[in-house]
């Protein structure tokens, strides 16, 4: 239930009505009152407010000044009860001179009352005074204090709202859908896309991958595997893998100072560089690379299927860009799966083969060049065209089946 604020009233027995500490007047008919001690039925209670009630998410607090009626006797605790029970008070403040109550809302003998827009607990303050020792007069009249707290019945009636972590299905498939991932050449200081695609061997590659999340949950991305081919086909020879492993700069160990950018600029965004090459054995004018970007949850701690790791040849050692240290020895043995889990369960992941590169007409002086390449296009092309083949091949069998036996 709601926490709600401390409202304390006075009762004025001249005009018949509540009021705060500002002076201005409230009736019992508004509702957004959260608690308030109604004080109507009765006389001569302190001006200095003798009750004061907090409604809490399953209790109440009820403070009561042992100078009861404002005139500076002091009455005795063992004289208020809370509830037809007679709950007895529960604490006794002698510096404040108080009386604390502090029971569950549904103790006391408490009635709950279920009104069109709210929940109303009622509960009533007693004073019950005794004689003194050897005396038979009283100074002072019994007195009764309604206590009402009420609770929005249409409202969240939680002091701290629930803020779910967790993606729900049919969000994730949406996620899955719209998720635009992307690879840049960019200049040496990462603040635009390289305008130009000429390299010399020997220059370095600045390499940016990333993910429009748009209006999903917080991504990490990373770049699970990154080969360099001579042809569009992931699968075809030769192949180079530059990153391999589920996120291992592989090209890092050779004589190269490939590495990933630590830290990243942000956590939808993977930056890497990596030194230009070629294939020895071969003059092809184009190098195609081909990269598997996924993402995972920003909140999910990285894991060796999960992780951007580069090789250090100052330490001898992988190095994560986030995460532990231990993430990175799979680089090493070349198994990177988790026991028992093919792949992680909070990740979305695209093959990306929107990159060619390769040598243009300079090719003689080692300059490379980034090209577009649809080759997801390509290879769903030549399916279609297989597939329009064999039903034509079918339709002329059937033909000439049908022809044959017409003749006999």
């Known amino acids: 239930m ?3 604020c401390i409202c304390i009233f006075l009762f004025n027995s ?5 009021r705060d500490f500002g002076g201005s007047f409230l009736f019992w008919s508004q509702s957004y009152s959260w608690a308030w001690v109604d004080a109507s039925q009765t006389r001569g209670l302190s001006a200095l407010t003798p009750v004061t009630a907090k409604c809490g998410e399953a209790q109440v607090v009820v403070t009561v000044k042992r100078d009861f009626f404002g005139t500076g006797r002091l009455i005795q605790a063992s004289d208020l009860m809370l509830g037809s029970p007679g709950c007895q008070p529960t604490s006794l403040d002698a510096a404040e001179e108080v009386v604390i109550f502090d029971v569950g809302l549904h103790e006391c003998g408490s009635a709950l009352q279920m009104m069109p827009d709210s929940l109303v607990y009622s509960i009533t303050l007693y004073y019950r005074p005794t004689p003194a020792p050897n005396a038979i007069i009283l100074r002072t009249s019994p007195a009764e204090v309604p206590i009402e707290c009420h609770y929005p019945r249409r409202n969240n009636v939680s002091s701290k709202a629930i803020r779910p972590t967790w993606v729900p299905f049919s969000s994730t498939l949406s996620a899955e859908e719209k998720l635009s991932f992307s690879l840049r050449l960019m200049t040496d200081d990462w603040s635009a896309e390289r305008t130009t695609n000429g390299y010399q061997l020997g220059d370095a590659m600045y390499i940016q ?4 999340t748009n209006n999903h949950m917080p991504l990490r991305l990373f770049v699970d595997r990154c080969v360099a081919t001579l042809s569009p086909g992931r699968q075809s020879t030769p192949l180079y893998p530059i990153i391999d492993y589920k996120g291992c700069l592989v090209d890092g160990k050779s004589d190269s100072n490939s590495t990933f950018v630590s830290p990243r600029p942000k956590d939808d965004v993977l930056q890497f560089t990596v030194d230009t090459f070629r294939f020895a054995e071969d003059p092809g004018d184009l190098i195609y690379i081909t990269c598997h970007l996924k993402v995972s949850a920003a909140g999910q701690t990285p894991d060796p299927e999960n992780k951007a790791c580069s090789f250090s040849k100052a330490t001898n050692r992988w190095t ?7 993430i990175c020895a799979c680089c090493e043995t070349g198994n990177c799966d988790l026991p028992d889990q093919s792949r992680s369960v909070n990740t979305w992941d695209r093959w990306l083969t929107g990159r060619r590169l390769g040598r243009d007409a300079a090719a003689k002086q080692g300059v490379f060049s980034f090209l577009q390449a649809p080759g997801t296009l390509v290879g769903l092309i030549l399916i279609a065209i297989a597939v329009i083949l064999a039903l034509i091949t079918l339709g002329i069998l059937y033909y000439r089946k049908r022809r044959s036996g017409s003749k006999k």
Do not use: F, M, N, S
């Not at 991958?209 to 429009?212: F, G, L, R, S, Y």
């Not at 994560?320 to 231990?326: A, H, I, K, S």
């Open 2 to 4: 709601l926490g709600t």
């Open 14 to 18: 001249q005009d018949g009505a509540c």
């Open 209 to 212: 991958a990333a993910v429009d």
């Open 320 to 326: 994560p860009v986030e995460g532990t240290q231990d």
